[in-house]
Nanobody, 121 residues
Framework: QVQLVESGGGLVQAGGSLRLSCAAS????????LGWFRQTPGKERQFVGN????????YYSDSVKDRFTISRDSTRDTMYLQMSDLQPEDTAVYYC??????????????WGQGTQVTVSS
């Protein structure tokens, strides 16, 4: 069973920062690739970024590149999404996701429950 638990969402003013966390079991953290997605009502889930096991490779969508940073802490079996210079268009439910093979965003199969991020102008 793949369980992912997000936390850290909340309300922030434009220009502010938030850090989201995604806790996974040790088995998932060591054998699955993890990524972040976000979704707003009425729209498809959007890829935010992902990170390779060794933490040396990360990918980001153009909309968040240079503002968001993904990292992993293997001592805590936790992935993070550090978000800075947040803008109202970043408002969404943010999801942690997992996949067994390094591939395309569409291949992610396992999802957390999501955490709401709201950015006020």
């Amino acid at each position: 069973q793949v369980q992912l638990v997000e936390s850290g969402g909340g309300l922030v003013q434009a220009g502010g920062s938030l850090r989201l966390s995604c806790a996974a079991s040790a088995r998932v953290f060591r054998h699955y690739y993890l990524g972040w997605f976000r979704q707003t009502p009425g729209k498809e889930r959007q890829f935010v970024g992902n990170i390779h096991w060794d933490s040396r490779v990360t990918y980001y969508s153009d909309s968040v590149k240079d503002r968001f940073t993904i990292s992993r802490d293997s001592t805590r079996d936790t992935m993070y999404l550090q978000m800075s210079d947040l803008q109202p268009e970043d408002t969404a439910v943010y999801y942690c996701a997992a996949v067994q093979s390094w591939g395309q965003p569409k291949d992610y199969r396992y999802w957390g429950q999501g955490t709401q991020v709201t950015v006020s102008s």
